[in-house]
């Protein structure tokens, strides 16, 4: 669901939502962490981390069902505004999609270093970041982006609409 997007969230969040798509696709609401690890190719320290992560999302999403009995992890009733709803939760928490935000709308017009302090990440991270971000969208794209205002805004909110940016419920303390 998710793959041509992948590049603006962060991998731990990116793994959150391979989880719960996994319980979507399938339909089987109950496995094993020895078959989450087979199915996400995971190490079970990973696969405890996500689940970890997800009982938190359970906490920001109402109708999100996921429990865990020793070994079995149960996720029921997941369906497509479920999903949506984990993606756009997931983007919220990604510093790549905050980075995204910061360098194509600036909310706050905030200075690189501005934003740095703001989201509590160092300049090394956010240049590594920034470079990453730049490289997965490729500098054939940028450049021709960059000639192109039109595509550049038309792309841009095809983003921050698919991330659901325009919902009421997309507000972050770092552009609120």
């Not at 999903?83 to 510093?95: G, P």
Request: proline share 1%.
């Amino acid at each position: 669901m998710l793959p041509y997007y992948a590049h603006f969230i962060d991998d731990d969040q990116y793994q959150v939502i391979r989880f719960f798509e996994l319980f979507f696709n399938t339909r089987k609401h109950t496995y094993s962490i020895e078959q989450l690890q087979k199915n996400l190719g995971l190490s079970r320290y990973k696969i405890k981390d996500i689940i970890a992560n997800g009982t938190i999302l359970k906490e920001e999403i109402s109708n999100l069902k996921l429990s865990v009995d020793q070994n079995i992890v149960t996720c029921e009733d997941i369906d497509q505004s479920i999903l949506r709803e984990i993606i756009t939760q997931s983007a919220k928490k990604s510093i790549k999609f905050l980075i995204f935000l910061h360098i194509v709308l600036n909310p706050k017009q905030l200075s690189d270093n501005e934003f740095q302090a703001d989201i509590g990440i160092s300049s090394a991270t956010y240049f590594r970041l920034k470079k990453q971000l730049k490289s997965d969208i490729g500098s054939k794209n940028i450049n021709y982006l960059k000639e192109h205002e039109s595509q550049l805004r038309y792309i841009s909110f095809r983003i921050l609409e698919y991330f659901d940016f325009f919902c009421q419920s997309f507000t972050t303390k770092h552009f609120t």
